[in-house]
């Protein structure tokens, strides 16, 4: 026989739910967009697609090992986000991206090569001073090349990339006279596949060898010619496929700085991982990275034997960050990155990181807008099949417990409002979007909610049957229930959490909402029901038969009462 629980105090319960859901929508009303509608998943809203096309150096098809390998790539760095609900698939020779919402930014930034390389800056020129050198010299030949910086010796006191005002320390300042016009050296330029006939392949990889010809050159004079003709507002044809042991004349990630480079000392995958901190002494963004073994050591012995000299970290043949070293880092150790990062772009560049670079690099077409799968009407269509179906709950449940029924419609209704607010903040804070499949969970779990509720009053009948009245059944049926409750929902909750790991698309968003709702089924069922029943119990007008329903379980307890008296009597005689 269960005890009793003691002295309990249910507004308090009640007043902690309060405080819970006051809260939660004080994030949704006064943080971030203010927005009140939780984000829809691409089936209910549509989306934007973006189709990646791999450019290998060669101009031949990438292998499906490569594509497939990119795609759980670029899945993973989707994981790393949060369930945004993105697809990505392989067709034929192409990655298609598909995200919901209007935001193509997101589906490119997935798509983002990621081959990160660490490489000693030779010298630096701002693209400003060197269209003003064109414009200052008009004697000059047009595409004269100017001369640009070397790295200073001393390092600024913030570790901030800083353009100098001296030629290459590894050659000669480069005069007017002493430069050839670009015409007659410059490699030709890239191949246009429709007028000889040639495949895209073929055309791109024209591209990739004039642009590694022209900017990845050891000759000085090239390289003097490179700088002059780099134009950093065009997209990039070398992008991600430059020789990390080559030199390399390379654009900022602004567009406003152009490095000669030297051959690259760290590859990105001896990155263990990467995180967005803000450095609060700086006011800035940064992206914090830790290598594995090989590569910390080759950055310590870098760091301490280059000290006011900088190191460039280049993102898909673009300078990300280039900060002066200021002293030797300890093998281990980790180091950041710089740069004009939002926290946003800070935690996307980490996801891209951390998760590695893609094998190939691809080139992105301009995104298209893709309509809804299911559309609104299978939207309202599933809306209405879940309130048909919580109605007709609520009518059982009216007709069965009676006044009980009440408590269990309320209790519902709470639930209902804490899980919207919480859909509504996962999907501005970490991407979530409700599909079909995610709406399924949450269904679900209002039902297992009702379960519960149904455990909850059958224990009080059973302590009813016993005899007791419905005062002194409610705690005792209660110190029953809540293990059996407990017990259901940590399996429903581990089922959910196993579908999560090892399922992908939709069905991971049906595990997150399953596992979410079974979560919240144990909070309504502690701080809303039992104090709601237990409240109800010391009423004398919810402990009347006729409001409870519960009148025929005492009638089957008075039964028992006189048949046991009567057996005793016959006992005695």
């Not at 670079?357 to 009407?377: I, R």
């Not at 059982?396 to 009440?406: A, Q, T």
């Given at each position: 026989?269960?005890?009793?629980?003691?002295?309990?105090?249910?507004?308090?319960?009640?007043?902690?739910?309060?405080?819970?859901?006051?809260?939660?929508?004080?994030?949704?009303?006064?943080?971030?967009?203010?927005?009140?509608?939780?984000?829809?998943?691409?089936?209910?809203?549509?989306?934007?697609?973006?189709?990646?096309?791999?450019?290998?150096?060669?101009?031949?098809?990438?292998?499906q090992d490569s594509l497939k390998q990119a795609q759980e790539i670029i899945e993973t760095r989707v994981n790393g986000l949060g369930v945004s609900g993105s697809e990505v698939?392989?067709?034929?020779?192409?990655?298609?991206?598909?995200?919901?919402?209007?935001?193509?930014?997101?589906?490119?930034?997935?798509?983002?090569?990621?081959?990160?390389?660490?490489?000693?800056?030779?010298?630096s020129i701002d693209v400003a001073t060197r269209d003003a050198n064109r414009t200052a010299t008009p004697e000059a030949p047009a595409a004269e090349t100017p001369a640009i910086d070397a790295p200073a010796p001393e390092a600024p006191a913030d570790g901030t990339q800083t353009p100098q005002n001296r030629p290459f320390l590894a050659q000669?300042?480069?005069?007017?006279?002493?430069?050839?016009?670009?015409?007659?050296?410059?490699p030709a330029p890239p191949v246009d596949a429709s007028s000889d006939g040639t495949d895209e392949g073929d055309a791109a990889a024209a591209e990739i060898a004039a642009a590694r010809a022209l900017r990845q050159s050891s000759d000085p004079t090239v390289q003097q010619q490179a700088v002059a003709n780099l134009d950093c507002s065009v997209a990039d044809p070398l992008r991600g496929n430059d020789d990390p042991t080559l030199p390399l004349v390379a654009c900022s990630q602004d567009g406003l700085n152009i490095y000669l480079l030297g051959p690259s000392i760290i590859d990105g995958q001896e990155i263990a991982d990467a995180s967005s901190v803000f450095n609060s002494q700086q006011s800035r963004h940064e992206i914090s990275l830790s290598f594995k073994t090989t590569g910390s050591n080759t950055w310590a012995e870098f760091t301490s034997a280059n000290i006011g000299k900088q190191a460039a970290f280049t993102l898909d043949?673009?300078?990300?960050?280039?900060?002066?070293?200021?002293?030797?880092?300890?093998?281990?150790?980790?180091?950041?990155?710089?740069?004009?990062?939002?926290?946003e772009s800070a935690k996307e560049l980490a996801n891209t990181l951390k998760y590695g670079?893609?094998?190939?690099?691809?080139?992105?077409?301009?995104?298209?807008?893709?309509?809804?799968?299911?559309?609104?009407?299978s939207l309202q269509a599933a809306l209405i099949a879940g309130a048909v179906g919580l109605v007709l709950v609520l009518l059982?449940?009216?007709?069965?417990?009676?006044?009980?029924?009440?408590l269990t419609a309320l209790s519902l209704i709470l639930s209902g409002v804490m899980v919207y607010a919480i859909m509504v903040l996962l999907g501005r804070y970490i991407g979530f979007t409700l599909d079909l499949a995610g709406m399924a969970g949450l269904i679900i779990g209002i039902g297992m909610t009702a379960d519960s509720f149904v455990v909850f009053f059958e224990r009080i009948k059973d302590e009813m049957r016993e005899g007791r009245s419905f005062r002194s059944a409610v705690p005792r049926g209660w110190a029953r229930a809540r293990r059996t409750i407990l017990s259901g929902n940590a399996v429903s909750f581990i089922a959910a959490a196993v579908l999560y790991v090892l399922a992908v698309g939709q069905v991971r968003g049906f595990a997150f909402t399953l596992g979410l709702t079974t979560i919240l089924d144990v909070i309504v069922v502690f701080l809303v029901t039992w104090p709601l029943v237990s409240m109800a119990s010391r009423s004398a007008f919810w402990s009347k038969p006729s409001v409870n329903g519960l009148g025929a379980v005492q009638e089957v307890a008075r039964e028992r009462k006189v048949a046991a008296a009567a057996s005793a009597k016959e006992t005695r005689a």
């Open positions: 026989m269960a005890p009793s629980t003691g002295t309990v105090h249910p507004v308090r319960y009640l007043a902690l739910f309060g405080v819970l859901v006051v809260a939660l929508y004080a994030l949704v009303f006064f943080t971030g967009d203010k927005s009140a509608t939780p984000k829809l998943g691409i089936d209910l809203q549509g989306g934007t697609r973006v189709t990646l096309t791999a450019r290998t150096p060669d101009g031949s098809a990438p292998s698939v392989v067709d034929g020779d192409n990655l298609v991206i598909t995200v919901p919402g209007d935001d193509s930014a997101q589906a490119r930034s997935l798509g983002q090569t990621a081959r990160l390389y660490i490489r000693p800056v030779t010298g000669d300042p480069t005069t007017p006279e002493a430069t050839p016009a670009p015409e007659t050296t410059t043949s673009k300078v990300v960050s280039a900060p002066t070293i200021q002293g030797a880092t300890p093998a281990g150790s980790a180091t950041s990155i710089t740069g004009s990062f939002t926290a670079s893609l094998p190939l690099s691809f080139a992105a077409s301009e995104a298209e807008t893709v309509s809804a799968t299911l559309g609104l009407a059982y449940c009216l007709v069965y417990y009676r006044m009980l029924g009440v």
